[in-house]
């Protein structure tokens, strides 16, 4: 059974001057024991994603329509609140990029996380929450003592990583990390990743959505990968079909541009040129009709000003939202 | 590219901090480098590494505690002292940094801030000359002159900003163009292009590039020389290729190992 499916999902920011239509009309499956990577640019819709599935709406957010089932339970039935206070948390939680403004400063860490799993789960004290955490803890190689320090004792590295302990402390089905490791130098970041791995290897939740700019750390981390342009996915499949052979004009943008220090970098550079873009992301209050990708893109055509592309299945589990491959 | 255009000797950096308990922070520890026409060199190192620092020297923007930049031939510090010689200097020696924001007077517009340029210029040309060469300069970095010229830097997206700015080198036509982090606010698709320009400033002007990032990947990419800085040291010297098949200090090593790669994963998946 799937971890997560969502479904239609549209998530907008309500403002005066419009909506900002920065989830419109996402489907996406995420399967037990994997690990998904969602990548894509600034305000292309990948963190108000993580914000809907992980229940952390509020105003001017709002789900607009579409379906979310976490762990079999269809969580757009529920109420928000009630949503909020059975799910968040125990079935799914969410991993923040600035972990020091997730956790109150002025209370020890065994007190906070004391606090936390307490009040979600009312069958136990705070003596077996603080124990659960000891345990935990020790689980992921973080060092206990660092349950007596306040949060602004630990470094940034170090705060991200308890973080990650506490907010999977319960065994939630579905960890949703939203770019935990952007904030970080590159030495604590490996370091952070490998305390979400374990988190994964461990069996201590099923799933992962992982969500980052920096696709060279999904690629790390990731079974799968999830391309996103403009509140829409535009590809998904394998983290190697999806680095090393994109089907989507702007995927392929995207990953040929990256720059990592490898050898091979300058060969797959080479396959950038002819697409080179110019331009920005378009408004996401008024979008272009069509394809929100065809003013940047070097091989629109006529339908794709006009016609908006479904995302289909053009291999099995290989997707893309494209009308070069649509009208073959 | 056999010229040595501007070479650093044991330059070094103190910073004093506290009023009664003196406290010293050593951010640039006895740096020396050389760098050749046309070449493209970079210094690459964490925050703190003392790169920054080492770029704002040799923009004659700080003092150094000991040591000297010779630029062709002249002590930056000991022997250009007059308003005269400076805007000699910075006609030669000139930068583009990492926040677009920060560099321009938002209110002025787009053709005041290139029309200022001349300033730095002996010769005299007239409004003509100047709108002629300020369009071609915009043209060298991909960007429509009409379109751009009326406008304020808040109008214009960061990607543009950035363009801006290097248009802005394209008319100064320096020897030496430093890059501090030019890239680093601007989205990957956007990025490869921004760096095209540094090469095609130095193909088309000969001009040479010192680039300042974190960034290792960005570095092996555009670069003839990469220096790896460490706590105010050079650790590292080498080609891209050198750095990357056989890096000999450990902390490059380091580097390298944590900096997540597209090829290999640090886990078995």
């Known amino acids: 059974m799937a971890v997560l499916e969502v479904q239609g999902l549209k998530a907008y920011y309500m403002l005066r001057r419009g909506s900002i239509k920065a989830v419109d009309g996402v489907d996406l499956v995420v399967e037990d024991k994997s690990i998904v990577g969602v990548v894509g640019e600034s305000g292309c819709g990948k963190s108000t994603l993580a914000r809907a599935i992980a229940l952390d709406i509020t105003p001017p957010l709002k789900l607009v329509e579409g379906r979310i089932v976490i762990d079999g339970i269809e969580i757009t039935r529920m109420p928000l609140d009630q949503a909020r206070k059975k799910i968040a948390g125990v079935r799914v939680a969410l991993v923040p990029q600035a972990a020091m403004n997730a956790i109150v400063p002025t209370v020890k860490i065994k007190d906070y996380i004391a606090d936390i799993i307490t009040e979600k789960n009312r069958d136990l004290t705070r003596k077996e929450a603080i124990d659960l955490a000891v345990k935990r803890f020790e689980e992921l190689n973080l060092p206990i003592e660092s349950l007596e320090r306040y949060p602004f004792e630990l470094s940034g590295g170090m705060r991200q990583r308890v973080l990650i302990a506490l907010t999977t402390l319960l065994n939630p089905a579905l960890l949703i990390a939203d770019e935990p490791t952007s904030a970080l130098d590159v030495s604590t970041q490996k370091i952070v990743l490998i305390t979400i791995y374990n988190v994964f290897v461990k069996g201590l939740v099923k799933s992962i959505l992982f969500i980052s700019h920096d696709i060279a750390t999904v690629r790390q981390i990731s079974d799968r990968i999830i391309v996103m342009y403009a509140g829409k996915i535009v590809e998904i499949g394998s983290t190697e079909d999806v680095l090393h052979n994109p089907l989507h004009p702007y995927s392929k943008a995207l990953m040929y541009s990256i720059l990592t220090p490898e050898l091979e970098v300058r060969g797959r550079i080479e396959k950038v040129e002819s697409l080179m873009l110019i331009g920005e992301p378009p408004s996401l209050i008024n979008p272009p009709p069509g394809c929100r990708f065809h003013p940047r893109c070097p091989y629109a055509m006529d339908i794709c000003r006009r016609e908006e592309p479904t995302l289909i299945e053009l291999e099995k589990r290989r997707f893309v939202a494209c009308w070069i491959y649509l009208n073959k | ?269």
Not at chain 2, 130 to 138: N, P, R, S
């Open chain 2, 1 to 269: 590219m056999h010229m040595v255009l501007l070479s650093v000797r044991n330059l070094t950096k103190v910073y004093r901090s506290g009023l009664i308990r003196h406290k010293s922070i050593l951010a640039v520890d006895n740096v020396s480098f050389d760098i050749k026409e046309g070449e493209i060199l970079s210094l690459v190192g964490e925050s703190g590494s003392g790169k920054t620092t080492t770029a704002r020297i040799i923009l004659r923007l700080l003092k150094p505690t000991a040591g000297s930049v010779m630029f062709m031939g002249k002590d930056i510090w000991d022997e250009l002292r007059t308003r005269e010689d400076l805007k000699w200097y910075w006609r030669h020696v000139n930068g583009v940094f990492q926040d677009p924001f920060s560099s321009f007077n938002p209110t002025h517009r787009i053709k005041d801030i290139l029309l200022r340029v001349f300033n730095l210029f002996d010769e005299n040309y007239d409004k003509d000359a100047k709108m002629k060469l300020i369009y071609e300069a915009l043209q060298s970095v991909g960007l429509i002159p009409e379109e751009v010229i009326e406008r304020r830097p808040f109008e214009l997206s960061g990607g543009m900003r950035q363009r801006i700015l290097i248009s802005r080198i394209f008319l100064i036509k320096p020897k030496l163009v430093l890059a501090d982090e030019p890239t680093s606010m601007i989205d990957a698709t956007l990025r490869l292009g921004i760096l095209k320009l540094f090469l095609k400033l130095r193909d088309e002007l000969k001009s040479s590039i010192i680039f300042i990032t974190h960034d290792l990947g960005l570095a092996t990419y555009v670069s003839d020389r990469i220096l790896i800085m460490y706590k105010g040291g050079i650790v590292e010297e080498g080609s891209p290729e050198e750095i990357l098949k056989n890096p000999r200090h450990e902390y490059t090593r380091n580097l390298l190992d944590s900096v997540p790669k597209l090829y290999t994963s640090w886990f078995k998946r």
